[in-house]
Structure formats: structure tokens, C-alpha cells
């Protein structure tokens, strides 16, 4: 994932910029960076490596040494960012975030003419955002070369373009990130997180729409492209990615955890015999407040998360040491498991490890029984579209390989619907078989419908392919 943040102001935007993009230090934990324009001085830019050092530590010094009215600002899990690019467009930076699908085409296209050359990342990868440049450079002016990217890119791009006059915002074609914009006395902000901007000064402004592409300057902000009327937002940013005061299309991601929990104890209508309601923090926590409160079985904090040294969830990115570091996190509360019977609330099951290993940790703990209710539908498709999931194999996650064994094979996507539908004979055979192998006492998944109704939005213009395969 990705987030980003960026300023236009009549006055220095540094310290904004600096504490607007720190905000983001949720959504990833490789790279980080800043660029910012001045007129004396120009383009300046920093990028540090954040996997072992927070954000704030990395870059104290870049807020005394850096200086500008305009810039923008980066927080990664992949590629270094903000780059600076000198093209017929003039001197810009950039930044993106989202993913590109079908990159090895598109390299192979820049390369036909044999004028183009990329800077390779480690593990010989062609950084997405200077891929999204090149084919910007393609066009006569930015915002042509804009919306060819949006065009020319499978899965999804939003992007922010740092020029001598003002930043281009531009939200992906259809809308599955979200782009919005604050406004105080002396400038305007955009930003992936709406909560990022409120402590710094900042009211609402807008939400840019699906493809909407917008210019921002210390005076305003301008419309370029108009929005479509197709969106498809990521329905996880709610359910998992999202940070708790957020809010995407005016919908809490608080409020919506509420009322996802609520909905799990209405379909469990009392059906099992738990002594406290538990979730796996953090994302899982507000669900479990939302059952707790709806179900009247009190809500409890079984373990605490060890955030002084262990702050973001999604390091390291290599699977193995993820599950370790995620063990190592979660510090049990002896007195608050020992016999007890557990509901145990978590965002998602992708592979299964982490949850897994989870139970156990309880049983080990003196758990009775361990019950789990997770927040979204079984996990069917790896994401396309804004890296949720980077399995190399959709055979990684654990509903796909039940289904496999379960039908003796690979199969055919009418069976992979069938499965994904909760009202069928086996798509309660694979939600029996997860919990077996996981070893759970009992294993309810939470509904698609309950899930999209707890957002409120219409399901059109939701992102749902991961959990039943729709584009």
C-alpha cells in the first residue's frame, strides 16, 4: 500500500508536509520521502529508508533544512519515492500510490523504440511510479499525459505531480484509492488519509472523484478533469487499511467497524457460549466493540499489542518474519484467558498463519475454547489493484486451498463463485474445514452483504473482488 501528502501555501509548507505525511506511516513501512519547490532555491528532495526507524526520526533534520511553499510526501512498502524528473513538461516531482498490473507490458512497449531507460530497484524491479512518468513524458502536457497513465495502467494509480506553479492531484480512474483535499487561511492540502490534515489546521474541503484530476496552488484548486461517474473503491480501507478517524466517501472507518461487529453477533444470535468478546488489535479491536456492545458479552483485551518498538503491522515484508513479528507483538494477559471461553475478532484471514498461531497462543495460554469471527468474507482472489495482497499465488490463501482440496484440483470460476455465495452447501463445508485446520473452536466468517450494509454505500461502487471475483 502507499499513502502520500502534499501542501500549497502562501507561506514555508514544511512543517504541515513533514507532520501530513508522518500521518501516513500506517500504510508502509520500506520507503519514505519528501520534494518540495521553492522559488529561490528550487526542487529539493529526501528519501529514506523507514523499515527500522519511524518516520519522524529519519527526517527531523529535512524540516530546518528544507524549505518551500509547494511539496509533496511519500510513505511506501515498495518503491523510493518521490522522484524528481526533468522532461519536456519542465522539472516535476512525483509521486503514486496503487499498483500496475500489467508492467511487464507496458516496459516492453517503452522499450520498442529503444530511447527510454529505467533507474532498476533492488530484486531487478522498474519502480511503478517512474513507470507512471514515463508514460505521463508521452503526451504534450500533464494532464493528457495524466489521464493517458490512468488509461494505459491495469489496477489502479492515483498520483500527485509537484510543479514550479502548483500540484497536479489526480485520483485513479476508478476512485480505489481515495484523494482529499483541506483548506486553511493561508493554503490547501491533499491527502490520502482525511484525518491526517485536522490537527495541522486544516477543515474539508472536498473528496476529488474517480479519475478527477485537479491542480492546487496557495489560491485554489481547479478542476482540470472532470470526475467519472464509475467508482470502485477498496472496500478493505474500511475493514482493515484505513486508520480509525478516517472517513472515505463520508463514511467512519470507526463507525463502520461498529456496526460490521454489531452485524456478526445479529447472525450468531446468541449461538455460542462465550465468556468475552476479544479482538486481535488492531484492526480487529473496534469489530470486537461492535459485537461486545450488540451481543451484551463484555468486551475484553485478552493481550495487549507491544507498540513502544513494534509500531506498524505490516513489517517485515517477507512472509515468515511477518508471522514472527506478529507473535512477537501480541503479550498475553494470563488472568483475562485462563479458562475462559474467547471470541476472537480479527480483520481478514488471507493465509491463515498469523490467526492460526494466534489460537494457539491462546490455548497455550489457558483458553478454553477460542471462537473466531472474522470481519470480511473468506479471502477467494489476490488483489489486482492496490496490493493488498502480493501472494505469488492465489494458492497462498487458505479459502483457495481448501476449495482445491476439497474438489480434488483447480477449478473452474463458476465453482469459485459458487463457493464465495455464505447460502450454499459448500461454501459451509470450506468455512467447516478453515476452522478445523485452523483449530478454532468455531469459525463464522462475516457475510459480503452484512459487510457492504455496515459501509452504507451502494455495492457498485465498491471494490469486491478479492472475496467473490468482481471486476
Known amino acids: 500500500m502507499g499513502g502520500f501528502f502534499a501542501v500549497a501555501s502562501k507561506v514555508n509548507c514544511m512543517f504541515d508536509l513533514y507532520f501530513g505525511t508522518d500521518y501516513h506511516s500506517h500504510l508502509g513501512t520500506r520507503r519514505a520521502g519528501m520534494a518540495v519547490y521553492d522559488k529561490s532555491y528550487g526542487f529539493n528532495r529526501a528519501i529514506h529508508n523507514i523499515e527500522n526507524t ?46 500496475i498490473s500489467n508492467m511487464d507490458a507496458l516496459i ?10 529505467f533507474m532498476e530497484m533492488s530484486g531487478g524491479l522498474i519502480n511503478a511510479t517512474e513507470m507512471t512518468a514515463a508514460i505521463i ?32 492531484c489526480a485520483r485513479d480512474r476508478l476512485g480505489r484509492t481515495p484523494l482529499v483535499l483541506g483548506r486553511k487561511e493561508d493554503g490547501y492540502c491533499a491527502s490520502f488519509e482525511s484525518f491526517a490534515y485536522l490537527n495541522l489546521g486544516y477543515k474539508d474541503y472536498r473528496e476529488l472523484g474517480p ?58 444470535n446468541g449461538g455460542v457460549d462465550i ?8 484492526s480487529g ?48 494477559v494470563r488472568e483475562l484467558i485462563d479458562g475462559k471461553s474467547l471470541l476472537m475478532i480479527d480483520d481478514s484471514i488471507v493465509r491463515g498463519t498469523q490467526l492460526r498461531e494466534t489460537a494457539e497462543y491462546l490455548f497455550d495460554s489457558g483458553a478454553r475454547e477460542v471462537h473466531v469471527r472474522p470481519s470480511c468474507p473468506p479471502i477467494m482472489f489476490g488483489c489486482k489493484y492496490i496490493n493488498f495482497s502480493r501472494s505469488t499465488s492465489e494458492m497462498e490463501l487458505i479459502a483457495r486451498q481448501v476449495i482445491c482440496s476439497e474438489e480434488g484440483g483447480d477449478v473452474e470460476r463458476t465453482i469459485l463463485e459458487d463457493y464465495a455465495n455464505p447460502d450454499t452447501d459448500r461454501y459451509h463445508r470450506m468455512e467447516k474445514e478453515i476452522g478445523r485446520r485452523m483449530k478454532f473452536t468455531s469459525l463464522r466468517y462475516q457475510r459480503l452483504d452484512d459487510m457492504i450494509d455496515a459501509i452504507g454505500i451502494d455495492r457498485e461502487c465498491l471494490c469486491t473482488y478479492c472475496w467473490d471475483g468482481r471486476e
Open 211 to 268: 479519475g478527477e484530476i485537479a491542480v492546487m496552488t496557495p489560491e485554489g484548486v481547479t478542476t482540470l478533469a472532470a470526475p467519472g461517474k464509475k467508482m470502485r473503491i477498496c472496500t478493505f480501507l474500511w475493514v482493515y487499511y484505513g486508520y480509525p478517524s478516517s472517513r472515505y466517501e463520508g463514511v467512519s472507518v470507526e463507525k463502520m467497524r461498529y456496526d460490521c461487529g454489531e452485524k456478526l453477533a445479529i447472525r450468531d
Open 108 to 117: 516492453e512497449e517503452v522499450f520498442k523504440d529503444g530511447s527510454l531507460h
Open 285 to 332: 479491536t473496534a469489530h470486537a466493540v461492535g459485537y461486545a456492545n450488540a451481543s451484551g458479552v463484555p468486551f475484553s483485551r485478552p493481550f495487549i499489542k507491544y507498540t513502544p518498538t513494534w509500531p506498524r503491522s505490516f513489517m517485515p515484508t517477507i512472509q515468515e518474519k511477518r508471522n514472527l513479528i506478529a507473535r512477537m507483538k501480541l503479550i498475553p
Open 137 to 168: 513524458n508521452q503526451k504534450d502536457n500533464l494532464v493528457e499525459g495524466i489521464r493517458y497513465a490512468q488509461e494505459k495502467i491495469e489496477g489502479s494509480m492515483t498520483i500527485l505531480i509537484l510543479t514550479e506553479k502548483g500540484i497536479y
Open 54 to 99: 519511524p518516520f519522524r526520526t529519519k527526517f527531523d533534520k529535512e524540516v530546518g533544512r528544507m524549505e518551500g511553499n509547494m511539496g509533496i510526501g511519500s510513505i511506501s512498502d515498495y518503491e523510493p519515492q518521490p522522484l524528481v524528473v526533468r522532461s519536456h513538461h519542465g522539472t516535476y516531482a512525483i509521486c503514486t500510490v496503487g499498483r
Open 275 to 282: 465468556d468475552v468478546v476479544a479482538g486481535v488489535p488492531d
